[in-house]
Structures are given as structure tokens and as C-alpha cells.
């Protein structure tokens, strides 16, 4: 993720990086991203800035292999909205907790059973009680002019931690500025997690990642399934592995 300009849009550069840092194919436990989640007693500590959609797969890999019982409870949620450009409160990247970032997406991570969000970016507490978070960082858009709320409201895609974990992979080229020749910021020691890659696919810059896919907030997927029953034994289809959109009112009714 990246810091936005809200007066500006955002670009992205499709030039080769190399495959330096390209993780190899691993089953799931094997990977480095999966063992570095466990490597650490306190899951702050997996932070790596400017990369929430990997420490929040780490995050959901901790927990999905910790408590597996729980693995229905265990939600990763995409933050954005159609402009790419979401204002937060209290994120650490910024100098002031009460003056937003602008993210072009952010990713936390949701356990419904307990009713708490875990966002290591956050100043928030860690966990913290779904409302609270929702408050805390949203504060319903007041510190935005009436007439800039509608466009910078977030939007959440809302993805079972499971099938994130065995569908999402990214190349991280999104974070190399390919006309300096460096990255946007440093990338986790580790290798790329690639989990769900297929060998072949690439986005619409070339890239191997379906990233783009997760942060994009312009389709909404239609959620016939208040429930969300349990897709084991079923076909899991394109909407299962990318989950549902939902405005913060729906976010609020769904998980507060």
C-alpha cells in the first residue's frame, strides 16, 4: 500500500524487476512467509510497513494453523473505495494519529467470533472491538467536507482468511518504481508469497499478482448469503475466493 494524494490519481509501473525476490512453488507450510509468521511471540512484531496484505497473510496463516477450529471466524478485509483513495485516523504512518492517511488500500484482519480487527498499522488497541476500530479510524468521515464523504467513503471486500490464504499471490512489483530503479518501500526479507499463482497468469501490466483484483472496489459482488455458510463441500467459486464488497453501514450490520 501507498500514501495518496487525494487531489491526484495514483499510477502504477509494469517494467521487468527481475525475479530477485520471486518465491519458488512451496506447499502452504512450507513457505517463508508462512514460517516467518510463527517466528515471532508477538504478532506486532510481523509488521512490515507499506506491506499490510502480507503481514495480514501472515497474520491469517498464524491463526488458521493455530485454530483451525475458528478458521469461519477468521476474515481478511480490504479497504478502499473506487477512487483508491481512503482516508484513515490513527494509522502509525502518520505524524498526527488525528489526521488521516490517505491509503490507496489498507488490509486488516477480523476475527467475527470475538468481534475484533487486528491492524498492526493502527494505533488502535491491539485486538480491538470491531466498533471501536470502525469509530476510531472512521469517525463517519467528519473530518471531511460534506461534499468529499460520498467519494472517499471506504468500501470493504471481505475475504474468508482461508481462501485468502490459499488464493492470493503477488509478485510485489506494485511496490517497485520502476523509473528510479527502486522500491517504494523496502519489501520483507522473505519470499514473495505465491501461493495461488497458476504459473501463467498475469494482470493487466504484466505483473504476477492478483492483487488489483482484491483492492478493486467498482464491482460489487452480490451477497445472497447473509449467513455465509461454510463453502466445504461445495465448488468454490470466483466470488468465494474474492469475497464480498460491503459499504460501512453493511460492514457495521455485518460484523459490530
Known sequence: MSLQDPHHSSSSDDDDIGDSRMGKEHPLDDSEAAQSSLATSDVRDLRVPCYCEENVWRLAYRNVRNNPANNKSYWVVFVSNEQRCCPMLAQRASACPDRPCFWDYHVIFLDDSAQVVWDVDSHMPFPCPVADYLHGTFRNLEFLQDKHRATYAPLFRVVRAELFLQYY??????????SQKVWQAPPPSYECIMTGWDGTTRDIHGNRSNLSQYIDMSKRANDDDDDD????????TATDIMGTVLTLDEFKSKFE
Not at 169 to 178: F, K, L, T, V
Not at 229 to 236: F, Y
Open 169 to 178: 499471490y503477488s509478485d510485489r512489483r506494485h511496490m517497485w518504481d520502476a
Open 229 to 236: 455458510d461454510d463453502v466445504a463441500g461445495t465448488e468454490t
